[in-house]
Each structure stands twice: as structure tokens, then as C-alpha cells.
């Protein structure tokens, strides 16, 4: 989405879409991830919700380049701080900045919309993750049986391993439990993925494909003088 903005729309147009294409991997970060991957602050504390706006609003920042007087910056924060779809409004923004380009052809136009709509889609298939756990009577059910299987163990391996049985079924028990642990993790997996990562590649993809851009700019527009000159 970014390269062909850099190709296809004029500066201003393109720096737009750029800054929101990385404004929306972190909406989209803290969006699937209550937190925004800031584990160590506790529902607990009072200042929970002042403090999470906070480091919202520094994240959204720094993909806006630190500009606090950006009108999208301040959009997408009073957004989040309403409880918000904030990665849908971002969405909509990339949509209209598309929409609102000056002279590009409509064939252009409807190839970045086209990679929005993809944008969306991805998105819904995080909320369909997110909101589809496994059933909760499947989970007590394994639980119940892995912790009877585990407790029964012993009894069989005693005829065989007699004073090892204790070490080797703990050894056993540990492993099982362990993929019953492993499970439950699967069911919200964003709590575990590295989010924050995926976040800054994207934030450095995008400024990389920017700089890019502009040294070709800058070196088409050097050559073009240099030939005037000669």
C-alpha cells in the first residue's frame, strides 16, 4: 500500500497514507491486544486507563513522526480514548485520502482501495480469532481428564519401574499438562506473539520504502539538471 502510494499520488497525498498505513498497525496492535502489549500494568490500578491512553498516544506518535499538531494524530486518540474502532476509522481515512487525490487514474485508485479492503479483511480475520474461543466445557473437559490420567500414572508404572515411578511419572504428568497449558494459550494467541515487533517492522518498512523514494526523486531531478546544463 505504501509503495504504491509513493508511485501513484502527489507528496502530500502519499506522506498521508504512509503515516496511516503505520498509525494502523498500532490501532490494530492495541485493538487485539488490551494492553498493547504493556504487561506490566495491572487492571488493578486506579490510573490504569490514564496511563494506557498515554502510552497510546506516545505509540501513535512516533508513527506520526512526533508531529502533535497532526489532525489525524489527534483524531485517532480522542477515538481510542471514546472506546472507538480506531483501526476502522483509520480504514476510512486511508479510503478518503485515496478518494480525494488529485489527477490520478481511476485504475490507480481503485488498486489502493483494492489494498485497503485487504487491510480490512486481515483485520476481521484477527477479531474472528480473538472473539471465537474454544468452548469452555471442551476446556474443563481435557483438564479433568489429563489431571485423572495424571493421577492415576503411578498405579501403572509401579509394577514396572517401582522406585523410579515417582520421577518418571511427574516427568510424564509434566509433559501432558503441559500441552493442556499450551492450548489455552492458542485461544488468544496476541497475547503471546511478538505484536510489538511486526508493529516497528512495519513503522520501518514504510519509512525505508519512503526514503527510497525520495533519493530516486531527488536523483532523477539531479540528472534531469545536470542534462538542462549540458
Not at 469452555?136 to 489429563?146: D, G, I
Not at 500441552?179 to 489455552?184: A, F, K, L, P, Q
Request: glycine fraction near 4%.
Amino acid at each position: 500500500l505504501a509503495r504504491n502510494a509513493l508511485m501513484f499520488l502527489d507528496h502530500e497525498d502519499a506522506d498521508r497514507l504512509c503515516l496511516l498505513t503505520k498509525a494502523f498497525a498500532v490501532a490494530t496492535h492495541f485493538h487485539v491486544n488490551a494492553k498493547g502489549g504493556h504487561y506490566h500494568l495491572s487492571r488493578n490500578d486506579p490510573n490504569f486507563e490514564r496511563i494506557l491512553q498515554t502510552e497510546y498516544y506516545a505509540e501513535m506518535k512516533c508513527m506520526f513522526e512526533e508531529d502533535e499538531t497532526n489532525v489525524d494524530l489527534q483524531r485517532i486518540y480522542r477515538a481510542y480514548c471514546r472506546g472507538d474502532h480506531v483501526p476502522l476509522l483509520i480504514s476510512q481515512l486511508m479510503a478518503n485520502t485515496i478518494k480525494n487525490a488529485h489527477q490520478v487514474d481511476p485504475i490507480y485508485i481503485k488498486q489502493l482501495d483494492d489494498q485497503v479492503v485487504r487491510l480490512v479483511r486481515c483485520l476481521g480475520m484477527c477479531e474472528r480469532v480473538l472473539r471465537t474461543p474454544i468452548p469452555t466445557s471442551y476446556s474443563r473437559h481435557t483438564s479433568r481428564l489429563f489431571s485423572l490420567w495424571a493421577f492415576l500414572l503411578p498405579f501403572g508404572l509401579y509394577p514396572s519401574l517401582e522406585t523410579a515411578t515417582l520421577p518418571v511419572s511427574v516427568i510424564c504428568a509434566y509433559a501432558v499438562l503441559g500441552i493442556e497449558d499450551i492450548g489455552v494459550q492458542l485461544e488468544e494467541p496476541f497475547n503471546i506473539l511478538p505484536l510489538r515487533q511486526y508493529t516497528e517492522g512495519i513503522r520501518d518498512g514504510v519509512q525505508t520504502l519512503q526514503r527510497t523514494a525520495q533519493t530516486v526523486e531527488n536523483s532523477g531531478r539531479e540528472e534531469a539538471a545536470s542534462a538542462m546544463a549540458a
